[in-house]
């Protein structure tokens, strides 16, 4: 399974078509089924035939299994005993089309057919079942910009050219993060513990935001979110972040209080206050962004993991950073 | 499938025996093809029949498929024309020891069986891969602290009590690492543009850590760092973290020395230096880190993803912004 999962990993827009291997039992649909197990038997590579396509000039009208055959007289045609019009892909279907289909479906193989109908091969459920696989495992890469081409063996050069620009849309969120930050420059230097307690508030949110985000893309890849309301989630998530954020306020809070305290600044209790509230604001709103941001992604047509980390931490850094040092200035100065 | 998807998840710990169905199709190795056909068009559940189990006293000693039966002559015996000491899952295995399995094989259905290798009943094959999808998808947020029972569905406080431990243990350890920033008080006191860049060095190491992360876990995933070298994938991830720190840390720099010359800090050029430096340095670390973090985890029995960005953004957190203002405090002040 090793091989074949790297390659299907390798292009995962492609068509369904790469995956055809011949059809190794076709007949028409005038034969009798004495006749298909006269093949069956004939048959060199009959340990790979689970289902007997039936055809008309070419066309697919139906499937036979093998369990058909068994309950078949001998002399009845393969038109009386097969499924008419049976599920089949067309040629060019797009994979990820092809495994949503598939696992709804859950049969051994599929047959392909082109435009006119025409019986092209099939494609075994498990080598669709394995993209699905292959492409789910990519989700987490994904939301920090990893293609969901790379994998392990990609090369390095290669890794680089795919991660790299992400990486400078991350720099370039976090320089807005770092303008926000460095419009409160005379709050820092009046009271410089709030410095040491950028990466809480940032940490914080954006962690809370990330368990959001992700339960929200898991409801998308497992297609919970077809059945369960969004405005239900982010209710959900939004009483969550504020659960989780008072009550990780609260330890943030009572820390500050006691560092304020030792570093000697005054007001240590209102700082420590200032810290509970920014916490609890700020894992509030990544509740919502988390909810949001895949969801807009999705909307725009693009892939709703792709750097969703990404833009998520972007609006939790400002929100978090922002508001513990706004409060503090208006609070404190 | 989305009812089943959900279930399945609920308990992900769980043992095959709970996805056990009645065998439809059970025969004594004795009887003979014609039997098993007169049987089969005899039952009333003949769609479900993939394979008939042949038993001896209860014990499960082979398995018929139709094709077998469709090649057989009616008077052999099923004991001759069967597949002999098929695979079968014992009762109680662990279901993800029994999806690792069906990945590798690919049959529609397997047999269970108990100790004494009497047959219990079968599981289909899609089933497990179902539990494969649904366990992947839970991974991305695995690593931010979300169980991978949790759903879109869960209730609000089933969802905190699972979330809210690690949210403690994140901020546990975001204390470490504004104990390092508290460490260089002065030094932000007197050159606050660092403040600053506080979140973009943590920002840009973390993401870039993520990256190997999501990699390294993806190899794990799809069973590649079996065959490839996790010392070779470790250089990769070195190199990488260097290159990218080195363009990011560019880019960082020559924002760093804007800012500085805007805001009239003396020594503009040597602080953005200092931010390229550690730029690179936190990123090459992250690049090390994001291997040797999920593969710790397992060493120590522990699921590979479970919190690996938590544990991973403690690290990088504390290298990019550590050596920012270490750098800073030694070359500047």
Tied chains: 1, 2.
Excluded at 195 to 217: D, E, M, Y
Aim: proline share 4%.
């Amino acid at each position: 399974a090793g091989a074949s999962t790297q390659a299907a990993a390798s292009d995962i827009d492609a068509r369904i078509d790469e995956l055809v291997v011949p059809a190794p039992a076709i007949l028409e649909s005038t034969k009798t089924a004495a006749e298909a197990v006269a093949f069956l038997v004939a048959s060199e590579s009959v340990a790979e035939i689970t289902y007997i396509f039936v055809v008309d000039a070419g066309r697919l009208v139906g499937v036979v299994g093998m369990r058909d055959i068994v309950l078949a007289k001998p002399g009845q045609r393969l038109a009386e005993i097969m499924v008419g019009e049976p599920f089949a892909f067309k040629s060019g279907t797009d994979i990820d089309a092809a495994v949503r289909a598939a696992l709804a479906r859950h049969y051994p193989v599929y047959p392909v057919v082109d435009d006119e109908g025409r019986l092209l091969g099939s494609v075994r459920g498990w080598q669709l079942f394995e993209r699905v696989v292959v492409e789910v495992s990519g989700q987490a890469g994904a939301q920090v910009g990893v293609s969901r081409e790379e994998q392990v063996t990609t090369p390095i050069l290669s890794a680089f050219r795919m991660r790299h620009p992400w990486l400078q849309v991350n720099l370039l969120t976090a320089f807005v993060a770092a303008f926000v930050v460095g419009m409160f420059e005379d709050t820092i230097t009046q009271i410089v513990a709030l410095a040491a307690f950028l990466p809480v508030l940032a940490g914080q949110s954006g962690n809370t935001g990330c368990q959001a985000l992700a339960i929200t893309l898991r409801g998308l890849t497992l297609g919970q979110l077809d059945e369960y309301p969004v405005g239900k989630l982010l209710r959900k998530e939004i009483l969550l972040g504020a659960l989780n954020g008072f009550v990780v306020g609260i330890v943030a809070g009572v820390a500050m209080w006691l560092y304020a305290s030792m570093s000697g600044e005054a007001n240590a209790v209102m700082l420590g206050v200032v810290i509970l509230v920014a916490m609890l604001g700020a894992c509030t709103g990544s509740g919502i962004f988390g909810v949001v941001v895949p969801l807009t992604l999705k909307r725009f047509g693009a892939d709703p993991a792709m750097a969703s980390s990404i833009f998520l931490t972007t609006f939790t850094d400002i929100l978090g950073m922002g508001l513990m040092l706004f409060l503090a200035s208006w609070v404190l100065l």
